[in-house]
C-alpha cells in the first residue's frame, strides 16, 4: 500500500507506533531501543519520517488504512461504492468532496487514467460517417482496421496499449502494422480531438506510423532489470501477470485473455492453440518455480479477489462466467498502473511489449532456433502452422520443454 509518510502527523504516527507494539516485534527488529520508544510513545520527541516507514512495515494495508483513513477497507462494500457515485452526480458540495479526496489518495492512479480514451458506439458511427467519403476500398478497409484493432485493445485508447498493439502487429504484418496507425491517427485526430484536445494530442504524438524497410529499435533491457521491476510490483495480481509475461513472452493481450482450462501448472504447459488473420499460437511453458510461486501464491490470492468482488461484479451487470474463467480476472488498466507505478520506483521504464522482444533476443543470444522461438511465442506463419497442426511437431513437446527450461529467462531463481 502505497503512503506519502511526510502527510503522516505525529499522532497518528505515535498510533501506528501503538499498534506495532501490541503485536509484540522485538525491540531488535524494530531498531529503536525501549528508551526512544517510551519517548516516542508520549511525545517527547517527534517520530522521524525514517522510523515511521520502518513500523509500517510491520502492518498490513488494512491495519494502515483503518489507522490513517478511519476505516478498514474491507468494510467498504461495492454497494457503498455505488451509493458514493450516485449522490456525487446528485450534490454538487458532496461531489467535489469526493474529488478531493480522490485526488488526495488515488492522485497518481487517476493520472495514469487520463491519459485513456473510452471509445463509444456514437464515436464509431461518427467515424464512420467521417470516412464515407473517401474510396470504398479505402473506407472499407478503415472501417475493418478500426473495428479489429478496438475489440483487441477492448475499446479503450492509452499511448502504451497503442504503441504495443502496433508493436505486436509489425511482427506478423508491416503492411497492416501501418495501415492501422494511419486509421488510429485519423480517428484520434478527427473523433477524439473534438471532445478531448488535449488528451487527443497526446495519443496522436504517442505512436509512429511505421515505415518500410525500418529495423526494430533495440531492446535494452536487461534479465536483472525484469527482477528489480518484478520485485518492486506491490499487487499480487500484477506480479503474476508481469511474471508470466516474462518467461513466457507472449502478447500482452494473449495473456489477460488466458482462460483457467488454457494452464496446466502441474504439467507447467499453457495450450494457446489458435489461428487466425493475425495471431498464430501453439504452446509454450512455465518454469517449475514459477508455476509453483502461482499455485501457491497467486491462486489463493486470485480465489479470495474472486470472492470478495464476484457480487459486485454482478451488480454491475458483468458477465460473471466469462470473468470467473480468466486466469487473470482484473482490469487492464490497473495492472499497467501498478507495473507503471514499479518502474518508477525501480527507475526502470520500458513498455510491456518489450518483455516479448526481450524473451527471443534473451534465447536468441544462447543458440536457440528461431523456429522454436517462434512455436513458444506464436509467430509461425500460417503454411508452418498448419503443418504443426496435421503433423504436429517435428520434435515432443518434452523435448520442447527441456528446451525451454534450459534457455528461457528465469526471473524467480
Not at 513437446?397 to 525451454?404: F, G, Q, S
Request: hydrophobic share 40%.
Amino acid at each position: 500500500m502505497s503512503v506519502k509518510i511526510d502527510e503522516i502527523d505525529q499522532e497518528t504516527r505515535r498510533k501506528i507506533l501503538q499498534k506495532v507494539l501490541e503485536k509484540n516485534i522485538p525491540y531488535d527488529k524494530l531498531g529503536i531501543s525501549r528508551t526512544m520508544i517510551w519517548y516516542y510513545k508520549n511525545g517527547k520527541y517527534n517520530i522521524p519520517n525514517n522510523v515511521t516507514e520502518k513500523l509500517l512495515k510491520f502492518l498490513t494495508p488494512e491495519e494502515i488504512s483503518e489507522i490513517i483513513y478511519g476505516v478498514s477497507p474491507d468494510s467498504a462494500t461495492i454497494n457503498d461504492a455505488i451509493k458514493v457515485v450516485v449522490r456525487a452526480i446528485k450534490d454538487p458540495q458532496y461531489r467535489e468532496f469526493v474529488l478531493l479526496l480522490m485526488q488526495k489518495h488515488l492522485g497518481e492512479f487517476i493520472k495514469q487514467l487520463s491519459y485513456e480514451y473510452l471509445v463509444s458506439k456514437e464515436d464509431i458511427e461518427l467515424f464512420e460517417k467521417l470516412s464515407k467519403s473517401k474510396a470504398k476500398k479505402t473506407y472499407e478497409d478503415y472501417i475493418r482496421y478500426l473495428n479489429d484493432t478496438l475489440r483487441d485493445m477492448n475499446y479503450i485508447l492509452s499511448p502504451d496499449k497503442i504503441k504495443e498493439y502496433i508493436a505486436e502487429t509489425e511482427e506478423i504484418s508491416k503492411h497492416r502494422a501501418r495501415h492501422i496507425a494511419i486509421v488510429l491517427k485519423f480517428f484520434i485526430k478527427e473523433i477524439i480531438g473534438v471532445k478531448n484536445p488535449p488528451l487527443a494530442n497526446t495519443l496522436y504524438y504517442s505512436f509512429r506510423i511505421p515505415r518500410p524497410g525500418e529495423q526494430p529499435k533495440e531492446i535494452k533491457i536487461s534479465i536483472e532489470d525484469i527482477r528489480k521491476v518484478f520485485n518492486n510490483i506491490e499487487d499480487i495480481g500484477a506480479k503474476a501477470f508481469f511474471l508470466v509475461m516474462a518467461e513466457t513472452g507472449l502478447r500482452t493481450g494473449e495473456v489477460l485473455n488466458l482462460k483457467i482450462n488454457q494452464i496446466d501448472l502441474e504439467k507447467r504447459e499453457i495450450n494457446l492453440s489458435k489461428n487466425t488473420q493475425t495471431k498464430r499460437s501453439y504452446i509454450t511453458f512455465l518454469h517449475q518455480n514459477t508455476a509453483l510461486w502461482l499455485k501457491e501464491i497467486y491462486v489463493p490470492f486470485r480465489a479470495k479477489f474472486m470472492s470478495k468482488y464476484k457480487h459486485g461484479v454482478i451488480q454491475l451487470g458483468g458477465n460473471v462466467k466469462e470473468w470467473e474463467s480468466k486466469f487473470f480476472p482484473f482490469q487492464e488498466e490497473r495492472i499497467r498502473a501498478d507495473i507503471k507505478e514499479a518502474m518508477t520506483r525501480a527507475e526502470i521504464v520500458f513498455r510491456l511489449y518489450d518483455l516479448r522482444a526481450h524473451f527471443a533476443m534473451y534465447m536468441t543470444k544462447q543458440g536457440v532456433s528461431p523456429m522454436i522461438i517462434d512455436i513458444l511465442q506464436g509467430r509461425v506463419s500460417p503454411g508452418q502452422f498448419k503443418i504443426l497442426q496435421k503433423h504436429y511437431l517435428p520434435f515432443g513437446k518434452e523435448e520442447l520443454k527441456e528446451i525451454y527450461d534450459k534457455y528461457a529467462p528465469k526471473i524467480l531463481t
